[in-house]
């Protein structure tokens, strides 16, 4: 065991870096960051198993940071362990440089998660521990059993509405793997916390199934113990709760305390009061980006600790390995995360079928064939169809995940956030199924899921205002905008930051889930309708769907409209199309689930569906500027402007105007 003395210089070390960054970059956030300091130096320098030779080893612990804003604190304890520079440090804030205000996920530097909005982070770790329960039951490897899931939560994270769901699915599943450490500084960073709470943090976990230790969060022997309990705890998560000091050790400008001072939370120290911080904590303010001797020593010791622990762990893989030579080569296989090799024959649809029921039975078929899938559902799954899935396997209980579902209940954003920490676990493909209208709720994890280009897959059903009797509270009609919005932003690879998929009917269903499960790059989106559709016509090229958009009809010689949608409305346009046709006008139905894949394009094959000067009319059951950018300024829009209305949905069909006949009448006076 490392001495108290040492192990307080080294977390002084992270304090004096942490303040340091700050004040260099004359932006951020050092007060957190100083009193997280001793939690975060036990951690690592004694807990934490991971390969420092491999930072991708399948069976490391992981390390989730929630509170983005304490990334002087990661970013100091990561340098210590050889991850980053002090010259790096020292960039922090700056253009280019790897330490950026709030982390990014980089598992090379040893960043598991991007962090920043509160309450997500230490969800994704409730998802993480998820997978590895998961990947332990499903392999029988025994890494997994062994591995640990370590979140570091904040006030704010703990008020964060998202915290209810995750705390209650941690303790529902009794997430033994899970360890949180809560640092209760009674600062925020406008006021203190009594200002705006009163809870019993502890009483509330309990109540939940975790178990709670309480600790002074400064102090290491208590650290210690409360980590090693937490290890042997075998049927809980479990939540320190460490009170620490914000801005452990700063000093004002007269040399008196400037801990516990709201003012430290969210910016530099400042001038005097930095100096005399840094002298208290035994630093040359004029030289402060320095890791001590004795530091540097206690870290070199951990690395040949981890060395022997590593190699005993991976001994028991490898025996593991050579037992089940196939699981082994599978395993592997998901980690490198390959698309999954999907026989898309078996796939069967019946005809004429609403595409949550088509999406439902390629459900059934990756639930036999992918066996590293974890679907889940926001309690809808006998609604959003997630059940094809469910059907074909079982979901997970308190302390059993040989089964591959995951009731989430009632909170779609902590699904959606625990389907991102099973992405960044690695080995597991996530899906997670609601009511389109309620990406709402989930908004904030899809963004996430594309600024950390997770393969996640949404299944959004109930697409349109044809959710029919249960009114404008449970009818999308602005959704598909904002989702369509994800495939016009770009990531920071240059590619479309999310996949969005409406398909016509239920072969395209069929179609936009391959194109799901082989897109490996970015999240995916799979909006499906509630009512029946009608097939597309005979012969229609689903192959096709790949491109985004591509003619599904088309009169002899040249169309004198070309009528584009998506989803439902195309079979709608496709029985317009027939009425036009007899009454002498050429049309073309261009079916368009995906623009943002259109758009990648050629830009003579967008020509060759779409030619630049042809009339077009687009027909949308949401907001017009769903298509505005595809039918041009030239082109006419039919949408709905409103929220939609409490009836059987075919009466709002004809009521709205969203049917073959009403597609007549506006298209023959348009190419007139």
Known sequence: MNSSVLMNLAANNIRILAA?????????????????????NVLYSEYLQYDPENPRWEGRDRFFLDPGHMSPMLYSQLALAGKFSVEE????RQWGAPTLGHPEVDVERGIENTSGPLGQGHTFAVGA??????????????????????AYISD??????????????????????????????????????????????????????????????????????????????????????????????????????????????????????????????????????????????????????????????????????EANPEKAAQLKEWFIGNAPKVDWTKVSQKDNDATRNASAAVLGVLAEQVPNMICASADLSNSDKTDGFLKKTRAFTTGDFNG??????????????????????????????????FSDYMKPAV?????????VKFIWTHDTFRVGEDGPTHEPVEQEAQIRLMEKLKNHHGMNSMLVLRPADVHETTESWRLAMENTATPSALILSRQNITNMPEGNDYEK????????????????????????????????????????????????????????????????????????????????????????????????????????????????????????????????
């Open 447 to 455: 963004r996430m899921a594309a600024l950390m280009e997770l393969p």
């Open 156 to 321: 704010g994270g703990i008020q964060e509405e998202i915290s209810q769901g995750s705390g209650r699915i941690a303790g529902h599943l009794g997430l033994d793997n899970l360890i949180m450490f809560y640092d209760s500084n009674d600062i925020q960073l406008s006021t203190e916390t009594k200002d705006v709470m009163t809870e019993d943090t502890a009483m509330k976990y309990r109540s939940w199934g975790w178990n709670v230790i309480e600790i002074n969060g400064n102090d290491c022997d208590e650290i210690r113990m409360a980590l090693d309990a937490a290890k042997a705890e075998d049927k809980r998560p479990t939540l320190i709760i460490g009170k620490c000091i914000m801005g452990k050790g700063a000093r004002k400008e007269d040399n008196s305390s400037y801990e516990a001072n709201c003012k430290t939370h969210g910016a530099p120290l400042g001038g005097d009061a930095y100096k005399n911080t840094m002298l208290n904590l035994g630093a040359d303010p004029e030289n402060p980006f320095v890791i001590f001797d004795e530091v540097k020593e206690l870290y070199a010791h951990r690395v040949e600790e981890l060395k022997f622990i590593v190699a005993a762990r991976k001994d028991e893989e490898a025996a593991w390995a």
């Open 545 to 672: 769907v790949s491109k985004g958009g591509y003619i599904v009809s088309d009169s002899e010689g040249t169309p004198d409209v070309v009528m584009v949608a998506s989803g439902s409305e195309v079979a709608t346009l496709l029985a317009g199309a027939a009425l036009l046709d007899n009454d002498g006008i050429k049309t073309r139905v261009v079916s368009v689930p995906s623009e943002g894949l259109f758009r990648n394009q050629s830009r003579e094959y967008q020509e060759s569906v779409i030619p630049t000067g042809a009339k077009v009319f687009g027909l949308t059951a949401g907001l017009p500027v769903n298509l505005e950018g595809l039918v041009g300024a030239n082109g006419k829009v039919f949408g709905l402007e409103s929220f939609g209305f409490s009836a059987p949905y075919k009466i709002l069909d004809e009521r709205l105007g969203f049917t073959a006949r009403n597609v007549y009448n506006i298209v023959k006076d348009f190419v007139k």
């Open 129 to 150: 521990a998820i997978a590895a329960k998961f990947l332990a039951a499903r392999t029988g490897n025994p890494t997994f059993e062994k591995e640990t899931i370590y």
């Open 89 to 92: 440090l020292k960039q922090f």
């Open 404 to 437: 591959a579902f995951f009731q989430a209940g009632v909170a779609e954003l902590t699904m959606a956030c625990c389907c991102l920490g099973m992405a960044l676990h690695g080995g597991v493909i996530a899906a997670c199924g609601t009511f389109f209208v």
């Open 20 to 40: 340091s960054m700050v004040e260099k970059a004359k932006s951020g956030h050092p007060g957190g960051a100083m009193g997280g300091a001793d939690f975060i």
